[in-house]
């Protein structure tokens, strides 16, 4: 049993710690595994049946089960090689020589058996989708996740077409460089038995842009489809006609069409019952035709809008619901609105929100609530649905004078700070953090005021947008927060002070032992002290991003950052940075061939950013 811990050091993605503790805090002592087996007490883990040791391996990456159990015994070894059951693997911060150990010594040989792939790492996707015979042999795929693939791979999502079981597909590429957006779609609307579909095309913002026609003959079998991109209506009527068997339908930004009198949508879809959608330069006449073409038998509507007034015409609403949308069981609506004035806000509150209060909205058991001061300006408010609030996102930017249930958001989007300290609310479940606003002042308690409405010891990942954090502020709340494992920031200040000073303070060296930070990206600020201050700050760090305008210290920063002297960033294996020039790719092979930087590696541009693994 000892030596089973000791085996526990790789791990090729921090998933294994949650699955960990959802193993044991869905297994406890008394309703486990009935551990009193007919008439034979269990004592030790090797005792246990193959069966649940099967059940058990549910739990975990395949890498983390061959690691961690494979040395134990000759039994062991032959549940796991020998065997027959399904793997699963998550690949997602591992180094380039541990990825090709893994790659030749399991996906290979045992490609047949993975029942679910995910990988976030570019390069792995490549070697990966590299050939169709590679493909090919995943007979058992259900499920196929690619967080960040590139371009020129996504051509090789034909070849999914021979995989019998594929039933869950998620594709990721948020690059720069134009796609055949059309190719991909067509592709995908052929695979055989596809159930559930994501994907994100290019970044959030860009447009979806299909000339398909609409379909006559030949249909795709997806039910639950989530496009992440901005779409169109004109182009969404034409996805949908592909999907007559849809019952989830999530879109990021749904776009008006420039006319609509001449747009119609023929095929009625009996089996949606679910969408979930934000709308943008949506008037509500626009919205209620789209209603009627698509809601006949909708249970479940979340809704989200903004300026445009109309959308609180708690009567237009009732009307609509009654006469198109019959079946509705669950109206979720977030509505933010920019009050040109105070006044401006009390009108629409005395003559429009009170009205979401009538018999009607009660009946169904559909409440509100108001946010307000909940954008960049004390009149702006947000108007939501609660009891019980079912978001995984909140937008906290203001007062809130009830007391709410918070328990599905794990996500906080924070647009100011100054009320945190009298919010009354808690967010026991929240495991990411936004920042939109600048923090008062370098004295200012982040750690003290947060904790007031979540758990710091849950927070996983902060994202710091916009305006600028404190350096210090930020080491004080990661002091707290010691589970963060992703870090992102446009800027982070050190007001004018000697890094030296900085890396000597108590706790910045406290925190530098106990953080587990393994992902870092910095958008726009980031000269060679602050890179070197986070080194020295997260010795953990697996990947290094980087977006700012670099040329001028090109050398001196790959110096600093593989330097293999640096105790610092012995953990690091991969590195991005956004390609500035036709030459970046170039420059950075030389310079780590001429100091020696590396030996085994990878140097790759890929749209339009120059990746390096090691």
């Not at 019998?164 to 695979?191: E, R, W």
């Not at 010691?482 to 000597?504: C, G, W």
């Amino acid at each position: 049993m000892e030596q089973m811990k000791r085996q526990r050091n790789i791990s090729t993605d921090d998933s294994n710690d949650i699955k960990r503790k959802k193993f044991h805090s869905t297994h406890e002592p008394e309703d486990s595994f009935d551990i009193n087996l007919a008439t034979k007490s269990v004592n030790y883990f090797e005792d246990l049946s193959n069966e649940i040791i099967y059940e058990i391996y549910e739990y975990f990456d395949f890498h983390y089960i061959y690691e961690t159990f494979s040395n134990l015994n000759q039994r062991f070894v032959n549940l796991i090689i020998n065997s027959n059951y399904p793997i699963k693997i998550n690949i997602s911060s591992i180094s380039k020589p541990n990825f090709q150990r893994y790659y030749k010594d399991i996906i290979i040989p045992y490609r047949q058996r993975i029942k679910s792939l995910r990988i976030t790492n570019i390069l792995a996707i490549n070697i990966v989708l590299s050939s169709q015979d590679n493909i090919s042999k995943l007979t058992r795929l259900e499920t196929l996740i690619l967080t960040n693939i590139s371009s020129s791979y996504l051509r090789n999502l034909q070849y999914l077409i021979n995989l019998p079981k594929l039933s869950s597909l998620t594709i990721v590429y948020d690059g720069y460089t134009k796609i055949d957006q059309n190719k991909v779609y067509h592709q995908i609307f052929q695979l055989p038995v596809l159930k559930y579909f994501n994907l994100l095309l290019g970044w959030v913002s860009m447009p979806i842009v299909l000339s398909l026609p609409f379909a006559t003959d030949k249909y795709s079998s997806i039910e639950h489809f989530v496009i992440k991109n901005h779409i169109h209506l004109v182009t969404l009527y034409r996805i949908l006609s592909y999907v007559p068997q849809i019952r989830h339908l999530s879109i990021s930004l749904l776009i008006a069409p420039y006319r609509r009198h001449n747009m119609t949508f023929s095929i009625t879809l009996n089996n949606l019952t679910y969408i979930s959608l934000k709308l943008r330069s949506f008037d509500f006449h626009d919205f209620e035709l789209l209603a009627k073409d698509l809601f006949h038998n909708l249970q479940v509507l979340r809704f989200c809008a903004s300026d445009e007034i109309t959308y609180l015409h708690a009567n237009r609403w009732q009307n609509l619901i009654l006469s198109h949308i019959p079946n509705l069981m669950i109206f979720d609506f977030q509505y933010e609105y920019y009050a040109k004035s105070e006044k401006d806000m009390i009108s629409i509150n005395e003559n429009l929100i009170k009205k979401f209060t009538s018999p009607f909205w009660i009946e169904r058991q559909w409440f509100f609530s108001t946010q307000h001061s909940c954008g960049h300006s004390e009149n702006d408010f947000l108007f939501f649905s609660v009891k019980p609030y079912k978001r995984a996102t909140f937008i906290l930017g203001g007062i809130i004078e009830e007391k709410l249930n918070f328990d599905s958001v794990h996500h906080i989007d924070m647009r100011n700070s100054y009320p945190i300290n009298k919010f009354e609310n808690y967010f026991p479940n929240a495991t990411k953090l936004t920042f939109e606003y600048s923090w008062p002042s370098p004295d200012y308690s982040m750690e003290g005021n947060l904790s007031c409405i979540i758990s710091l010891e849950q927070l996983t990942e902060i994202v710091v947008e916009a305006s600028p954090i404190h350096f210090m502020q930020f080491v004080k709340l990661l002091s707290v927060a010691v589970n963060l494992h992703r870090l992102k920031f446009d800027y982070i200040s050190i007001d004018e002070m000697n890094p030296r000073t900085i890396q000597e303070d108590a706790i910045f060296q406290l925190v530098s032992k106990t953080n587990v930070v393994k992902n870092l990206t910095l958008t726009y600020d980031g000269s060679l002290e602050i890179v070197e201050l986070f080194f020295a700050l997260c010795p953990r760090l697996q990947h290094l991003e980087v977006h700012y305008h670099f040329t001028d210290i090109l050398r001196s920063l790959m110096g600093l950052i593989l330097s293999k002297t640096d105790n610092n960033n012995h953990h690091l294996s991969s590195l991005c940075f956004r390609d500035e020039t036709d030459d970046t790719e170039e420059n950075m092979k030389m310079v780590i061939k001429n100091d020696k930087l590396l030996d085994d590696y990878i140097v790759e541009c890929i749209d339009k950013k120059v990746y390096i693994w090691w």
